[in-house]
């Protein structure tokens, strides 16, 4: 399945990126883990689909957030390597403890035969102990369970979406700093 950039459905502050939940990205989480699964073998514990595309319902960035669960860090040189074929490159932390950055090569990455156009998406790597791990799954679980939040944190968005003015690094930058609360808040539910 070749998945075509979606058009945005809901033009939001001039960003243009955030568009309504479509139930495709589903399918291409499933193929993406299938991809994983058969390049990382034993040392790939689960895949966890993250982020706003993995809330039914939820305005987003049609963008897919991954984080590949590994037991613990003696698993990760052997991860990396294996991503590396894929087209994969290790891009560190990033500043943000307990999760690795892997940034695609092109469109067609991860490679596969016969080579396909990939969705967008964020890859992550996290030992299973991972506090951002645990972030990451706490605030998807939560969003998923309560409607309210989910309306808050989209209603957030949108403005957010407007006071960044198109600017994606903007955005993100206010995103991350709004989220803090209700990731937290998020994670004392837990």
């Known amino acids: ?31 993406l883990s299938e991809v994983y699964r058969a390049a990382l ?55 943000i403890a307990g999760r690795e950055v892997f940034k695609r090569a092109d469109d067609h990455t991860p490679f596969t035969q016969p080579p396909r156009r990939w969705l967008a998406h964020h890859l992550y790597v996290c030992c299973a102990d991972s506090r951002e791990l645990r972030r990451h799954l706490a605030f998807r679980d939560v969003l998923r369970r309560s409607p309210l939040l989910c309306d808050r944190y989209t209603a957030m968005k949108r403005e957010l979406a407007r006071q960044s003015g198109g600017d994606r690094k903007r955005y993100a930058l206010l995103k991350e700093t709004a989220c803090r609360d209700l990731v937290e808040s998020a994670l004392a539910s837990t």
């Open 41 to 95: 073998g034993d040392l790939l514990l689960r895949v966890e689909h993250v982020g706003s595309t993995a809330v039914p319902g939820l305005l987003a960035k049609p963008i897919l957030d991954l984080d590949l669960v590994i037991a613990d860090a003696t698993a990760f040189a052997a991860t990396a390597s294996a991503l590396g074929a894929l087209g994969y490159s290790h891009r560190g932390d990033q500043g």
């Open 1 to 31: 399945m070749n998945v075509a950039p979606r058009e945005p459905v809901e033009e939001t502050g001039g960003l243009g990126l955030l568009v309504a939940h479509d139930p495709a990205w589903a399918g291409e989480f499933a193929a």
